[in-house]
């Protein structure tokens, strides 16, 4: 495939870019009164999985002041145009498909409980959006303020302690998931420079948790400590979830080990799926510790 049409290869370059740059694409700087998330400003939905860093960066690149976005059509429906020479960005429409497994007479293979085996997959897409601050003549309405939640702190404090995950501290100078006792160990919360801080790289170590059979089921978790693919993809998702808890929390998220650059750029250089990939597993790992907070507590 012709490298300028694989979108696969574009969103991986795009990252490899920064990487090599020494920015982390899916790290948020705050930006007062936007969403969490970057948002469809007409839907008010949020983007979710590699569009999140995706748009997280472009914004940061050009400075702009909204992680509020919208297509060319919904600009011009909405009575809005865009600014003149303004160029788009790259979004991903990935679109979940599946298709039974069978025999080589034809007939459906089944599981122990006599369920048709799946093959699942899917197909990417790209499609272009406009951010707000390239775009005039739009209702008001769009640029209403988010409110910043009121209590980072323990909103992030309650998705720990609704995980079920077991976290323990000693004077050390490493955070680390234990698999084998399923178990977080930390430093001390004083020895980080903030709270802030400490639950940043609490929500690193609570993604990897995520992992465990007993949850998810990510074969990398056992590699977490050692060298190869297996390993960058678990801290690559590790990362990704954290910033990603972060900013649902209202903390501004941190790059946890700059060591890990390296390992990620020779992962991403030799598997042009491995970002999005793991873009999509860090966001099962989001949903799978938000379904397990009370609403209330988020």
Same mark, same amino acid.
């Given at each position: 495939?012709?490298?300028? $049409?694989?979108?696969?290869?574009?969103?991986?370059?795009?990252?490899?870019?920064?990487? #090599?740059? %020494?920015?982390?694409? !899916?790290?948020?700087?705050?930006?007062?009164?936007?969403? *969490? @998330?970057?948002?469809?400003?007409?839907?008010?939905?949020?983007?979710?999985?590699?569009?999140?860093?995706?748009?997280?960066?472009?914004?940061?690149?050009?400075?702009?002041?909204?992680? +509020?976005?919208?297509?060319?059509?919904? &600009?011009? =429906?909405?009575?809005? !145009?865009?600014?003149?020479?303004?160029?788009?960005? =790259?979004? &991903?429409?990935?679109?979940?498909? @599946?298709?039974?497994?069978?025999?080589?007479?034809?007939? *459906?293979?089944?599981?122990?409980?006599?369920?048709?085996?799946?093959?699942?997959?899917?197909?990417a897409r790209e499609f272009r959006?406009?951010?707000?601050?390239?775009? %005039?003549?739009?209702?008001?309405?769009?640029?209403?303020?988010?409110? +910043?939640?009121?209590?980072?702190?323990?909103?992030?404090?309650?998705?720990?302690?609704?995980?079920? &995950?077991?976290?323990?501290?000693?004077?050390?100078?490493?955070?680390?998931?234990?698999?084998?006792?399923?178990?977080?160990?930390?430093?001390?919360?004083?020895? @980080? #420079?903030?709270?802030?801080?400490?639950?940043?790289?609490?929500?690193h170590e609570l993604t990897h948790?995520?992992?465990?059979?007993?949850?998810?089921? +990510?074969?990398?978790?056992?590699?977490?400590?050692?060298?190869?693919?297996a390993y960058a993809m678990e801290?690559? &998702?590790?990362?990704?979830?954290?910033?990603? =808890?972060?900013?649902?929390?209202?903390? #501004?998220?941190?790059?946890? $080990?700059?060591?890990?650059?390296?390992? !990620?750029?020779?992962?991403?250089?030799?598997?042009?799926?491995?970002?999005?990939?793991?873009?999509?597993?860090?966001?099962?790992?989001?949903?799978?510790?938000?379904?397990?907070?009370?609403?209330?507590?988020?």
């Amino acid at each position: 495939m012709d490298r300028h $049409h694989d979108i696969y290869q574009k969103v991986t370059d795009q990252i490899i870019v920064e990487l #090599e740059q %020494d920015c982390i694409p !899916w790290l948020r700087p705050w930006r007062d009164g936007e969403p *969490p @998330f970057p948002i469809n400003a007409l839907s008010g939905r949020p983007y979710h999985g590699i569009n999140i860093p995706l748009l997280w960066s472009r914004a940061s690149q050009e400075s702009f002041a909204s992680d +509020r976005w919208l297509t060319f059509h919904q &600009v011009r =429906l909405l009575g809005g !145009w865009v600014h003149k020479g303004e160029k788009s960005s =790259l979004a &991903v429409l990935y679109l979940p498909r @599946f298709r039974e497994l069978r025999d080589d007479q034809g007939k *459906p293979l089944l599981d122990d409980t006599g369920t048709p085996r799946r093959h699942h997959f899917g197909i990417a897409r790209e499609f272009r959006l406009f951010n707000l601050s390239q775009c %005039d003549g739009l209702p008001s309405s769009l640029y209403d303020p988010v409110s +910043r939640p009121d209590q980072p702190v323990e909103a992030a404090e309650a998705i720990v302690a609704h995980s079920g &995950v077991k976290v323990r501290h000693r004077v050390q100078s490493q955070a680390y998931y234990q698999p084998a006792t399923d178990r977080v160990m930390m430093p001390h919360p004083l020895q @980080f #420079e903030s709270r802030e801080a400490y639950y940043a790289t609490l929500l690193h170590e609570l993604t990897h948790a995520t992992g465990h059979p007993s949850r998810l089921n +990510r074969t990398g978790i056992a590699n977490t400590g050692a060298e190869g693919e297996a390993y960058a993809m678990e801290e690559m &998702v590790a990362e990704m979830g954290s910033a990603f =808890l972060c900013a649902h929390c209202g903390i #501004e998220g941190r790059l946890q $080990h700059a060591s890990y650059i390296s390992y !990620w750029l020779a992962l991403l250089r030799q598997d042009k799926h491995a970002v999005i990939r793991a873009s999509g597993m860090a966001r099962n790992a989001c949903e799978w510790l938000f379904n397990t907070t009370p609403q209330r507590c988020q």
